[in-house]
């Protein structure tokens, strides 16, 4: 029987979801709903034992980076930055990217090909909760510790990785949500679950 599907019959029997590796301590369920891109991924990890997020932002690279911004106070807004590893801010768009080294030896990381590149295969922590970051906006991290909140999960196919996205600018009610992504070892992102959230009533505000 293939293993994503003893790992289901297992689960029905037992009640938990058995993943290779024995949990680190601190593991603990996800709370709350989500709905779920997969079915069955749903039925593998949804009760499954999660790690905190221990990593703080940048610590998978052997070489340091510096993470650079800029925003439209800075660039004439009608030509922003050709290149970016993420747009953030609200009208005032601000442009993410990376440095590494300098003078005549500084590299800029401003493409995702660029950061898959620098992080090479995607095989522990902190380089599935780089390119997350590096690469999705508006996320709640400590703000001493830089450590993303939310929590982790090594699966047969890379990572897959809770990450809460602040929902700070545009109109609504701006309900912080949890998202969860995987992250294969090519680096090759996509959306697994994001939480069912109830919207309250009557009028939200905009945000810019």
């Known amino acids: 029987m293939p293993k994503r599907l003893l790992h289901i019959a297992l689960m029905f029997l037992t009640g938990f979801t058995l993943l290779p590796g ?114 999705k906006t508006n996320l709640v991290e400590g703000p001493a510790t830089k450590i993303p909140e939310g929590h982790i999960l090594k699966t047969e196919q890379g990572y897959l990785v809770q990450l809460k996205h602040s929902d700070t600018f545009g109109c609504g009610h701006h309900i912080p949500q949890w998202f969860i992504y995987s992250v294969s070892r090519s680096g090759e992102i996509k959306l697994a679950a994001a939480e069912k959230i109830k919207e309250p009533k009557g009028p939200g505000i905009c945000v810019d």
Not at 54 to 75: D, G, H, M, W
Not at 84 to 96: H, Q
Not at 105 to 124: H, R
């Open 22 to 135: 024995a949990p680190a301590q601190g593991a603990e369920p996800l709370t709350g709903k989500y709905g779920w891109e997969s079915k069955t991924d749903a039925q593998l990890y949804q009760k499954a034992l999660w790690e905190p997020i221990r990593a703080p932002r940048l610590s998978a690279f052997t070489v340091p980076v510096v993470e650079k911004v800029i925003n439209c106070t800075q660039y004439d807004n009608d030509h922003p930055p050709e290149n970016s590893l993420r747009r953030g801010g609200g009208f005032c768009g601000e442009y993410y990217w990376l440095e590494q080294g300098s003078g005549t030896s500084l590299v800029k990381i401003d493409t995702e090909e660029k950061l898959k590149q620098a992080l090479g295969p995607i095989d522990n922590e902190a380089k599935a909760v780089d390119i997350l970051t590096l690469l």
